[in-house]
């Protein structure tokens, strides 16, 4: 007897980000699965699956966002009960991912966390991992396992060319983004700006700009982030480039982390406009007026198709998402 297999997509959710985890179902055309998360006495969590996914496809969807430990944990119990449930391939689906800042040592007597991540999603029985501009490339080689790396590229290059803009100029708020800044120019067509930042010694929040690299002179600036945390380097660069004669100062980033004193320093910062993307939930009462959030929803729910479907995931994005 010869049988032909069926193929099952099923999508769960932890509950970071749970709006974001409904708009993909919908751009996906499936029901968002209930995995009955509860909590124990103790704060312990639980999770049983709705249905049986015995060979099914599972995506477990989860973004890393406060209380990250708590984030991440709720999904490797999610992977962990997928794995014993016979699930025929497990994805974890990280729109941003937690820890990613801390991918080497640069100081004695650190850890390397976001290795530590990948070990964790790796052992709970993750067969792949999917996510969104990551801070660091690099973070991909932490796993064995194939790594989809996603970018909000596209979506933010759609909002600058729809307000046609003219004269204006990317800026890379540090070397770091260097990379990322000359693709948003060559697919734009404008120039490039670089601002030389410091961070003082022993400080995690603090940040100098020193010099600007290329020309800014009676320019819209555009600042492009993977991440606006404290808003430290976003501020810092803003400055600068305006006693350098910026016209206009914009930011952009694609996680909007947006942790105290972010709101403050961006409402006091030289910023006419600050656009993120919902790859993690906005903190309530954060009053920002000039403050934009594009949805990224349909850029994940492609990845997910496409994963689903063994097409390529590079494709939906034109081969312009290496980290």
Not at 169 to 188: S, T
């Amino acid at each position: 007897m010869e049988l032909v297999p069926k193929r099952r997509l099923v999508l769960f959710s932890g509950r970071s980000h749970e709006k974001l985890a409904k708009d993909i179902a919908k751009d996906l055309g499936v029901d968002l699965s209930n995995a009955n998360l509860r909590e124990f006495a103790d704060g312990e969590v639980h999770c049983k699956f709705d249905e049986s996914i015995r060979g099914a496809d599972v995506f477990i969807l989860q973004t890393h966002t406060r209380p990250v430990n708590n984030s991440i944990l709720e999904q490797l119990i999610m992977i962990d009960a997928a794995k014993r449930a016979s699930a025929k391939r497990i994805t974890a689906v990280c729109p941003y991912y937690g820890y990613s800042r801390q991918d080497r040592k640069s100081s004695g007597r650190e850890p390397i966390t976001a290795k530590l991540v990948a070990d964790m999603l790796s052992i709970a029985g993750a067969d792949r991992v999917v996510s969104m501009d990551l801070h660091s490339g690099q973070i991909q080689g932490f796993y064995d396992v194939p790594f989809d790396h996603l970018t909000a590229m596209p979506i933010l290059i759609d909002y600058l060319t729809n307000q046609n803009l003219s004269e204006t100029v990317i800026v890379a708020p540090d070397a770091g983004r260097v990379k990322v800044a000359e693709r948003f120019g060559q697919q734009l067509g404008v120039d490039l700006a670089l601002v030389h930042k410091r961070r003082p010694r022993g400080s995690a929040n603090e940040v100098e700009a020193l010099h600007v690299v290329g020309d800014v002179d009676g320019k819209l600036c555009v600042l492009i982030d993977d991440m606006i945390d404290t808003a430290g380097t976003i501020c810092a660069a803003a400055e600068i480039l305006k006693n350098h004669g910026a016209k206009t100062v914009w930011a952009m980033a694609t996680h909007g982390l947006l942790s105290d004193p972010a709101l403050s320093r961006l409402k006091k910062a030289p910023i006419e406009k600050v656009v993120i993307t919902d790859t993690l939930p906005l903190k309530p009462g954060f009053d920002l007026p000039n403050l934009e959030v594009l949805s990224i929803s349909r850029v994940i729910a492609d990845a997910i198709d496409a994963v689903f479907e063994d097409s390529s995931v590079s494709e939906i994005f034109g081969g312009q998402n290496l980290a």
